[in-house]
Every structure is written in structure tokens, then in C-alpha cells.
């Protein structure tokens, strides 16, 4: 496995494109043993996968990044979480569409598992970060155009049903770059009535700021 891990990288780039299928489980079965219980294999699948993500087609890790992310291991998207934002900054603009394929789905997913699990709340208030100062809003702004109706309830929901403790539940970087989106639906006076729960978290009204 070692010896894999060392002369991946390597190979990848020479790979023709019949066989970046290949490339594509490798990273994945790498990324899904993330913490490896040695040292030295951790410390070579963290060199393999950002290795992989200089040398490779980003958009090609979309998939089975967002697929390890999807399994729901907290220890596994502390790796993985970081790593799936770069790869999101070096596909946007050039590959912006078919980033959004997987980004969304990613993004709904932690914000559905933040309502119940602490550590992914936390994981995804830092991704979303990352996002923000990779590619500024638009990423996120992107995360709001492609909500259907019924996403945009399960959001409304997620906020209101959990506005007591938002800070732990959905991430303020979020919130503000989605509620302006939200706000011209029927959820308007919902979301009105939020931003006022939001400003006693110590955050500053998103309504107001959204519309500068």
C-alpha cells in the first residue's frame, strides 16, 4: 500500500483519459481510509490525495470525494472537507456547472446532518468558509439557484426549527449568502423574523446586508 501511495501521484497524469475511471476508485478507496492507523500510511495518502489534486482534472475528484463525504465519517471529512474546497476554487469559472453537480448535493448533505451532529456542524461552518475565500459568495450564491421548492422548505425548515442554536446548526457564512435568494419566496416572513433571532447570536442582520 505504501509503495502505491508513493508512485500514484506519478502515474496519474499519464493516464489516458479510458482510464481515469481507475484514477477515480483509487482516490476514493484512498480518501475512504483516511485516518489510516499508521502514521506513515496517513501521512502518504494525505501527500497521494493533494498530490492527485494538483496533477489531476479536478472535476474528476468531485465524485468520489463528495461520495466519501456522503458516508457521513466525521474523522474522514476533517481530511476531506478542506481538500474538496480547493478542489471547488480550481474548477470555478472554467468548470462552474459541473462543479455545482456535486458541490450542492455535498453541501445539503452536511447541512442536513449538522441538525444532529455537532462535529459535522462544525465541519461544515469552516467548508463554508473555505468556500467564501476561495471564490467569494458566488459559490454559495450558486448553492441558492439551485434549490428546488421542496429544498427550499427543507432549508426553511432547518432554520426555523433550529434558530435557538444557529450557531452550531448552520453556519452563519451560509445563511447570509442563501436568505436573500429565500426571501423572495413565501418564506419571506419567516426569514424576516430569523434575521432578528440572527442578530442575537451577535451577527449582523444578512436582510439588510445581502441587499448592499
Same mark, same amino acid.
Given at each position: ?47 497521494c ?77 469552516? +467548508?463554508?468558509? %473555505? @468556500?467564501?475565500?476561495?471564490?467569494? *459568495?458566488e459559490?454559495?450564491?450558486? $448553492?441558492? =439557484?439551485? #434549490? ?13 426549527n ?8 448552520c ?6 449568502c ?8 413565501? +418564506?419571506?416572513? %419567516? @426569514?424576516?423574523?430569523?434575521?432578528? *433571532?440572527?442578530?442575537?447570536?451577535? $451577527?449582523? =442582520?444578512? #436582510? ?5
Amino acid at each position: 500500500m505504501a509503495v502505491l501511495l508513493e508512485i500514484l501521484p506519478d502515474l496519474v497524469p499519464h493516464m489516458p483519459l479510458s482510464q481515469r475511471s481507475i484514477a477515480n476508485m483509487m482516490t476514493e478507496n484512498i480518501a475512504a481510509n483516511l485516518p489510516s492507523k499508521t502514521a506513515q500510511l496517513n501521512e502518504l495518502a494525505q501527500r497521494c490525495l493533494d498530490s492527485m489534486i494538483i496533477n489531476m482534472d479536478n472535476i474528476a475528484l468531485f465524485q468520489p470525494f463528495c461520495a466519501v463525504v456522503k458516508k457521513g465519517i466525521v474523522l474522514q471529512m476533517t481530511y476531506l472537507l478542506p481538500r474538496l474546497a480547493e478542489i471547488y476554487h480550481r474548477c470555478f469559472g472554467s468548470k462552474e456547472r459541473l462543479a455545482r453537480i456535486y458541490i450542492v448535493p455535498t453541501l445539503k448533505y452536511l447541512l442536513q446532518s449538522s441538525r444532529t451532529n455537532v462535529a459535522v456542524s462544525r465541519l461544515t461552518q469552516s +467548508f463554508t468558509d %473555505d @468556500l467564501v475565500n476561495y471564490v467569494g *459568495k458566488e459559490a454559495l450564491w450558486s $448553492f441558492a =439557484d439551485n #434549490l428546488n421548492n421542496n429544498e427550499r422548505v427543507m432549508f426553511r425548515n432547518l432554520l426555523i426549527n433550529f434558530q435557538e442554536s444557529l450557531n452550531e446548526i448552520c453556519p452563519p457564512t451560509l445563511y447570509v449568502c442563501v436568505v436573500d435568494h429565500l426571501s423572495k419566496t413565501a +418564506f419571506a416572513s %419567516d @426569514l424576516a423574523a430569523f434575521a432578528v *433571532k440572527l442578530t442575537w447570536h451577535g $451577527f449582523t =442582520d444578512p #436582510l439588510r446586508d445581502s441587499s448592499n
